[in-house]
């Protein structure tokens, strides 16, 4: 239950963010970072764990990988809105397809883990299909690639840090909301903030802290009771739903092209799976 609430929110975030409109995704950004430290925050002290993030706060090695993974998190985050109220859902979801294959070709580049004939396999089959939309349309899906890349080097840099999954996204937010505040504080000297105005986007900029914290916790509970194999199958349930709201809710167009490229993407997942139940150690 915790597993599919988690991926089933993520996968229903689109909603969400259509609700802001013309908003620019940068505004909507500050406000995810400084309404979700806040809630993060709070639950960290409710849960009396301030001396967990006190001893990271000492810890100036371990802070300076989770700027860096901030900084990406953030542009995952901001180009995700970006993505959506764009009218690219369903790009999107091909770039959370993607992502599982780029973190074996990341595994392989940067941690020296060798790839066996299936990955090798699954990763050329996600090179086919992305090769064959680039033939096509003339031009590269990178709103899918820098989704999958941003968030597969996150991955790969928050390996590198010891620290409990909430502790480090709060402080990874914390160590951002300099920089959102200043923006936020900016647009409101200016007059182009949307804060105050709208009750009802302000509303919504305060309920992106609870929807972006929300679901890592329900993850972090799920993967302490499941085993990571099964884990790795419902992560495709998020962009599955991304793509049917892309399809059929928000009427985004899916030509022959995108038939082919996802065909050839699922085909690599159905490879990757089948190598995590034969090898679940590689």
Same mark, same amino acid.
Request: hydrophobic share 55%.
């Given at each position: 239950? =915790? @597993?599919?609430? @988690?991926?089933?929110s993520?996968? !229903?975030?689109?909603?969400?963010?259509?609700?802001?409109?013309?908003? $620019? @995704? +940068?505004?909507?950004?500050?406000?995810?970072?400084?309404?979700?430290?806040?809630?993060?925050?709070?639950?960290?002290? !409710?849960?009396?764990?301030? *001396?967990?993030?006190?001893?990271?706060?000492?810890?100036?090695?371990?802070?300076r990988?989770?700027?860096?993974?901030? /900084?990406?998190?953030?542009?995952?985050?901001?180009?995700?809105?970006?993505a959506?109220?764009?009218?690219?859902?369903? *790009?999107?979801?091909?770039? =959370?397809? %993607?992502?599982?294959?780029?973190?074996?070709?990341?595994?392989?580049?940067?941690?020296? *883990?060798?790839?066996?004939?299936?990955?090798?396999?699954?990763?050329?089959?996600?090179?086919?299909?992305?090769?064959?939309?680039?033939?096509?349309?003339?031009?590269?899906?990178?709103?899918?690639?820098a +989704?999958?890349?941003?968030?597969?080097?996150?991955? /790969?840099?928050?390996?590198?840090?010891?620290?409990?999954?909430?502790?480090?996204?709060?402080?990874?937010?914390l160590?951002? &909301? $300099?920089? @959102?505040?200043?923006?936020?504080?900016?647009?409101?000297?200016?007059?182009?903030?949307? +804060?105050?105005?709208?009750?009802?986007?302000?509303?919504?900029?305060?309920?992106?802290?609870?929807?972006?914290?929300? $679901?890592?916790?329900?993850?972090?509970?799920?993967?302490?009771? !499941?085993r990571?194999? &099964?884990?790795?199958? #419902?992560? =495709?349930?998020?962009?599955?739903i991304?793509?049917?709201?892309?399809? #059929? !809710? =928000?009427? *985004?167009? #899916?030509?022959?092209?995108?038939?082919? &490229?996802?065909?050839?993407?699922?085909?690599?997942?159905?490879?990757?799976?089948?190598?995590? %139940?034969a090898?679940?150690?590689?």
């Amino acid at each position: 239950m =915790y @597993a599919l609430l @988690a991926y089933g929110s993520w996968g !229903l975030l689109p909603i969400y963010w259509k609700f802001f409109g013309q908003v $620019p @995704a +940068l505004e909507v950004l500050s406000h995810r970072v400084l309404w979700s430290v806040l809630f993060l925050l709070g639950l960290l002290l !409710l849960q009396r764990r301030g *001396e967990e993030v006190r001893a990271l706060w000492r810890s100036p090695h371990r802070l300076r990988i989770l700027l860096v993974t901030a /900084l990406l998190l953030s542009f995952n985050w901001g180009l995700y809105i970006y993505a959506v109220n764009s009218d690219r859902v369903v *790009e999107s979801s091909l770039g =959370y397809y %993607i992502n599982p294959l780029v973190n074996v070709l990341l595994g392989f580049l940067f941690l020296k *883990e060798r790839l066996n004939l299936w990955q090798q396999l699954a990763v050329l089959l996600a090179c086919v299909g992305v090769g064959f939309f680039v033939w096509n349309f003339g031009q590269v899906p990178w709103i899918a690639l820098a +989704l999958a890349v941003s968030f597969g080097g996150y991955g /790969l840099l928050r390996k590198m840090v010891a620290v409990a999954p909430m502790v480090g996204l709060a402080i990874e937010t914390l160590l951002i &909301t $300099p920089l @959102a505040l200043a923006m936020l504080g900016y647009w409101s000297a200016i007059g182009t903030g949307h +804060l105050g105005k709208d009750w009802r986007i302000s509303l919504l900029f305060i309920g992106a802290g609870v929807i972006t914290s929300m $679901p890592l916790l329900w993850f972090n509970n799920a993967a302490k009771r !499941l085993r990571l194999s &099964t884990m790795g199958f #419902f992560q =495709y349930i998020a962009p599955s739903i991304q793509l049917v709201l892309g399809i #059929f !809710l =928000y009427r *985004e167009p #899916f030509t022959p092209t995108h038939l082919v &490229t996802f065909l050839c993407i699922w085909s690599a997942l159905v490879l990757y799976s089948m190598n995590a %139940i034969a090898h679940p150690k590689s």
